[in-house]
Structures are given as structure tokens and as C-alpha cells.
């Protein structure tokens, strides 16, 4: 599935009225008495707010529904956008209303309603603790393990705080099957948690799998190929990728998303990772035979068979992707002409470069390497990638080819500006952005 206007105004659309939810609800019935316009403005916020942030759980939740359409980098930019703009609102509803009038500072007051005042004031830390470990969460030093944990738990917490603190306040919210359907709210939302921490690691543990070789291969990247253990596997469209748990047990707080690197045609999986973090640092020392569990697959960074041909930039280990598609489209024997810039600091860091370079003398493949240090007497391109070498590659029927992008963030940035710049349609533009560490 590929980008629509279409689509984006459905799935847009259908953003907002959910968001509106909690507010249309309030405003079903009989309609207290008004209690000033930036009183009202402010509880209006809160409850489009709260509707933002119960959305959150939705665009984060790996449903197969959204990521194929728009492709993960779109939906998790789109998450972390959401969830500034959400976080935002709720601060804003206290804020607003006690500008409007001091005495709902009483809501913070321990010595007025000491339960309240605790709920209230940890759910304005835990918005503030949530934007800065999303936004700085290197430089403030916190394992993606624990971040994934801290980030669901203080979402969770203030979605909790906030929707119970409605009912309490019961304003807009006093009849009965108000309470009922926004408690009614409240569950579905846990659950998509539970779904998500324990319904879905129990259905892995279903299907385990056990690691067949770990590979190292060229600039500190490795390998891991997995293979099924008593069961078939699952299928995958080349590009996609799985989040996957090594260790005897899938309920583990160590789980991260990576693409799969192998053919869509072969029974194992392989993931290709460079070394940049607490987990892939392990990965040197990890058995064959190693318990590990897959849940997938994801993403919409796959090829497009009504393209008439691929066209890549890639920089680095993202590669991974690349070469799922590339081996992929050389088993079925997909004829369509394939152009890959692939960017690298040195010669000797080319992940794949032995294999790409066989692959191009045995399909319709075109690699161009682009080093940034190139060796003496290199002939190839040097330097950074920009838009005057891309236009130097693209094929003359360029509206027809589909464009795919993995990387550093820099290279994609100068990639997506550059392909746009030269007459490239965002609907023809795929990237992928996720950052695993």
C-alpha cells in the first residue's frame, strides 16, 4: 500500500473525530450552567487533550492496519508530533483555568484534598518527564529498554490520573452513562496495554525460534539469522521488519524493532545490525541455538510492484532493508532495473559489498558507492551525497520508479529534499527512520 491524499485525509480525519470524542461526550445532555469563557476553554482542551493522548496507544500499538499504508518512520514521527501537541493541551487545561480564576489552584493544594493534589501534581511531572526522556532521551543517558518502560508507564499514568479525575469532577460527566462509557474508555486503553506487554509475548512464546548463525560482517555489523522452532514461520513482504526478544523468555523488556535483511523467499530470517547500543553490543557473543522470539512482521519500506523500477539511497547499516528487497526481487527473478547509492564512510565499512557486487552481474542492478573517504586513485563518487549526484543517477523515466530511503538522518534529509527538488513526487518517496539502539 502506497501514499494517497486519500488516505492521508482519511486517516487524518479520522484522527481528529476520535480526538473529539471525550469533548462531544461532555457536551451530550443537558449542559451545566457556563462558568466563564476561558473556564470552559480550558476544560475543553483538557478533554481534547485526553482524547490525543488516548490515541497515542493506538499509533504506537503495531497495528498491521496503519504501518503499511504510510510506513513506520511516518506513523512514529506522526506519534511523536501527537504526543507534543497532547501533552501540550493537557498542560494547558490547569493552566488556562487558573489564569481564569486562582482558586482552582485549590486543585494542588495537599491541604485542601491531600489524594488530589498528589495525582494532580505527579501527572504535570510525568507530562514534563515524558517530553524530555522522548525528545533527549541520549543525552539524559536512558537505555531503550527502559525508556520504552518509563514512556508506556507515565503514559498510562496520566491517561489513568486524567480520566479518573474527570469522573471525580463529574462537571460535564455526572450522568450515569457518561461515567459508564468513559470508564468504558479507560478499560480499552489498559488493555491495549496489557495487549501489548502480555497478550502478545504469550502469543510469541507460542512460536519460538532458535538462532541458526551469527555473522560478522564489514563496520562492527553482524548478523543474526534465526530459524523456526516446531513451527512454519510467517511470511513477510522484503523491507518489512520484526521485533524480536533473544533469551528463554519473550516477556523481557528487551525488545527491538530491526528489518529484516534475508529473502522473502527463504524459511529463516536474518537481521543485520551495526553495533551502536547495550544490545546489538551483545550480539558478538550470542550462541547458535539461542531461544528468540520474532513478533511481525511490520512497516511499509517494501517494494511496489506497479513501479517499473527501484530506486535506493542508503547510507550505512541501512542497508538491511535494501538487501532484503534486493535478494528477494533476485530470487523470484524480478527483471526491473534496480539503482542503489549507497553512502559509507570508507571503502572497508561497505557492508555487502562482495555480494552486491555479484548480485549486479546477475540481475539488473546498478551500485553506486559513495564514500566519504575514498582510497587512493577511487574512481567512484566521494564526499557526501546531494542533490547533483542524485540527479546524475536518475533514470529518464524517473516519474515511474519508486524511491526508497534508509539511513543516517543527514542523508535522508538531503535524499527526501533533493529527490522532491528534482521534480521527485512525495507519493513516490518511501522512508525509514527508526532508530534502534
Not at 550462541?287 to 511490520?298: D, M, R
Not at 532493508?321 to 539503482?339: F, G, L, Q
Amino acid at each position: 500500500m502506497r501514499f494517497t491524499y486519500k488516505k492521508v485525509f482519511f486517516w487524518l480525519g479520522l484522527f481528529l473525530i476520535l480526538s473529539f470524542i471525550p469533548f462531544g461526550l461532555a457536551l451530550l445532555g443537558p449542559i451545566p450552567a457556563p462558568r466563564g469563557y476561558w473556564v470552559e476553554f480550558g476544560v475543553g482542551l483538557g478533554f481534547v487533550g485526553m482524547g490525543v493522548m488516548a490515541l497515542q496507544f493506538v499509533s504506537s500499538g503495531r497495528f498491521h492496519q496503519i504501518a503499511p499504508t504510510f510506513g513506520s518512520d511516518f506513523v512514529l514521527q506522526f506519534h511523536r508530533q501527537a504526543g507534543i501537541i497532547g501533552v501540550l493541551l493537557v498542560l494547558a487545561h490547569p493552566a488556562v483555568m487558573i489564569l481564569a480564576n486562582p482558586t482552582y489552584l485549590e486543585y494542588f493544594d495537599p491541604r485542601v484534598n491531600f489524594p488530589r493534589a498528589l495525582a494532580l501534581s505527579f501527572v504535570t511531572v510525568a507530562l514534563i518527564a515524558i517530553i524530555i526522556t522522548s525528545i533527549w532521551r541520549e543525552p539524559v543517558g536512558l537505555q531503550y529498554e527502559w525508556w520504552r518502560l518509563l514512556h508506556g508507564l507515565l503514559a498510562l499514568g496520566i491517561i489513568f490520573v486524567g480520566m479518573v479525575h474527570a469522573l471525580q469532577v463529574s462537571h460535564y460527566l455526572n450522568d450515569l452513562w457518561k461515567q459508564g462509557i468513559w470508564a468504558g474508555g479507560l478499560l480499552g486503553i489498559m488493555y491495549l496495554v496489557i495487549h501489548t506487554r502480555l497478550v502478545r509475548p504469550w502469543r510469541m512464546s507460542r512460536r519460538p525460534y532458535k538462532v541458526l548463525e551469527m555473522n560478522e560482517e564489514r563496520s562492527n555489523t553482524w548478523s543474526m539469522t534465526l530459524v523456526p522452532d516446531g513451527h512454519d514461520g510467517f511470511d513477510f513482504d522484503a523491507g518489512q521488519f520484526g521485533w524480536i526478544t533473544v533469551g528463554d523468555s519473550p516477556f523481557s523488556l528487551q525488545q527491538h524493532p530491526f528489518s529484516f535483511s534475508s529473502s522473502a523467499y527463504r524459511e529463516h530470517l536474518t537481521f543485520t545490525a551495526q553495533v551502536v547500543g547495550d544490545f546489538t553490543a551483545t550480539w558478538q557473543d550470542i550462541e547458535p541455538g539461542t531461544p528468540a522470539f520474532v513478533e511481525g512482521p511490520y512497516g511499509g519500506f517494501t517494494r511496489n510492484p506497479d513501479a517499473k523500477g527501484l530506486f535506493f539511497v542508503i547510507g550505512g547499516s541501512g542497508i538491511g532493508p535494501a538487501m532484503s528487497i534486493i535478494r528477494t526481487m533476485y530470487d523470484d527473478k524480478d527483471e526491473r532495473p534496480v539503482i542503489l547509492l549507497y553512502g559509507n564512510p570508507s571503502w572497508e565499512e561497505v557492508v555487502f559489498r562482495d555480494e552486491l557486487e555479484e548480485l549486479s552481474q546477475k540481475m539488473n542492478l546498478q551500485v553506486v558507492h559513495i564514500l566519504e573517504e575514498p582510497p587512493a586513485h577511487w574512481e567512484g563518487e566521494s564526499g557526501l551525497l546531494d542533490k547533483e549526484m542524485l540527479a546524475r543517477y536518475l533514470p529518464p523515466n524517473k516519474e515511474e520508479f519508486e524511491y526508497l530511503s534508509c539511513g543516517p538522518i543527514p542523508l535522508m534529509d538531503v535524499a527526501e529534499s533533493g529527490l522532491r527538488e528534482l521534480g521527485i513526487s512525495w507519493q513516490q518517496i518511501i522512508s525509514e527512520r527508526f532508530k534502534i539502539v
